[in-house]
C-alpha cells in the first residue's frame, strides 16, 4: 500500500519523537499535510487500543495509559 510522503513522515515521527527531525526529517514537507497526518495518526493509536478493550485484553491499564497519552497528544495539536 502507498500513502504520500507526508503520512510516512508522520508516521516516522510518531515512532521515532524527537530523534524524527535529525534521523530522516526534511525540509520540503507540506507543513498542513503532515500536521493532519499527525492527527490522524494519534486518533488511530487512540481508536486501536479501544477496540482492544472492547474485548477481554488482559492488562486494560496498560492500554488505557497508551489511549490517554495518544489522546491527550491529538488534543495538543488541534488549535
Known amino acids: 500500500m502507498f500513502f504520500d510522503v507526508e503520512w510516512e513522515h508522520a ?3 510518531v515512532r521515532l519523537g524527537r530523534d524524527w527531525a535529525a534521523t530522516v526529517g526534511v525540509d520540503d514537507l507540506d507543513e498542513d499535510r503532515l500536521a493532519l497526518c499527525m492527527l490522524a495518526q494519534r ?3 487512540v481508536a486501536g487500543p479501544m477496540r482492544l478493550l472492547d474485548g477481554d485484553f ?3 491499564a496498560f492500554m488505557r495509559g497508551i489511549i ?3 489522546l491527550n ?4 495539536l488541534l488549535p
Not at 73 to 76: E, G, K, N
Open 11 to 13: 508516521h516516522m515521527q
Open 43 to 45: 486518533l488511530f493509536l
Open 58 to 60: 488482559p492488562d486494560r
Open 68 to 70: 490517554e497519552h495518544n
Open 73 to 76: 497528544q491529538a488534543l495538543a
